[in-house]
Antibody, heavy 119, light 108 residues
Framework: QAQLVESGGGVVQPGGSLRLSCSVS????????IHWVRQTPGKGLEWVAI????????AYVSFAKGRFTISSDNSKTTVYLQMDSLRAEDTGIYYC????????????WGQGTTVTVSS | SYDLTQPLSVSVALGQTASITCGGD??????VHWYQQRPGQAPLLIIY???YRPSGIPERFSGSYSGNTATLTISRAQAGDESDYYC???????????FGTGTTVTVL
């Protein structure tokens, strides 16, 4: 069973950067797509980005394009979300989750890491 | 952009049945997944591909669909079912993953 642990959240000023990490254990990362999903205060879930199981395909929601970058490390046990040019509206809890294919559900979720963008 | 619409809130009496709808264009051509999110917790997959239940999810939770509407049904509602519920699909036109607006279930 996959286990996901997010880290790297914190408080950052508008315009700043953060790198979130999603540590994956219990499964082989190359067998799963990894998503980042966020939940902003008082709002619902928003999909942010996906890294394909082979690491070669990435996709981003509109608000993340050009500001956020998803990647993995060479050992393929950690997936990152580099977030640049952060805005107040990026404040929220960021979760990583696994899936097997485009139409497959997000089966396993981490506990989330909190990002606060504030001056 | 593709949108999924859910009722903001649903109330159900203890032991009774609650139904949560999820509407979207051409929904019958997509797989709908449902997640439960208890306060302060990460989402939990409870229904996948419209009607299937992951291992460990009680049979009281079921999914169905008709036309452009998918429905999550909670039978014999318990106090522990008080949560937010979200539907989700993959939109092949944009390659985006889309969540519904979310529904808060209150058990009276």
């Amino acid at each position: 069973q996959a286990q996901l642990v997010e880290s790297g959240g914190g408080v950052v000023q508008p315009g700043g950067s953060l790198r979130l990490s999603c540590s994956v254990s219990g499964v082989t990362l190359s067998d799963y797509n990894i998503h980042w999903v966020r939940q902003t205060p008082g709002k619902g879930l928003e999909w942010v980005a996906i890294l394909s199981d082979d690491g070669n395909s990435k996709a981003y929601v509109s608000f993340a394009k050009g500001r956020f970058t998803i990647s993995s490390d060479n050992s393929k046990t950690t997936v990152y979300l580099q977030m640049d040019s952060l805005r107040a509206e990026d404040t929220g809890i960021y979760y990583c989750a696994t899936s097997l294919g485009n139409q497959s559900p997000m089966e396993v979720w981490g506990q989330g890491t909190t990002v606060t963008v504030s001056s | 952009s593709y949108d999924l619409t859910q009722p903001l809130s649903v109330s159900v009496a203890l032991g009774q049945t609650a139904s949560i709808t999820c509407g979207g264009d051409n929904l019958e051509k997509k797989y709908v997944h449902w997640y439960q999110q208890r306060p302060g917790q990460a989402p939990l997959l409870i229904i996948y591909k419209n009607t299937y239940r992951p291992s460990g999810i009680p049979e009281r939770f079921s999914g169905s669909y008709s036309g452009n509407t998918a429905t999550l049904t909670i039978s014999r509602a318990q106090a522990g079912d008080e949560s937010d519920y979200y539907c989700q699909v993959w939109d092949s036109d944009t390659s985006f993953y889309v969540f519904g607006t979310g529904t808060t279930v209150t058990v009276l």
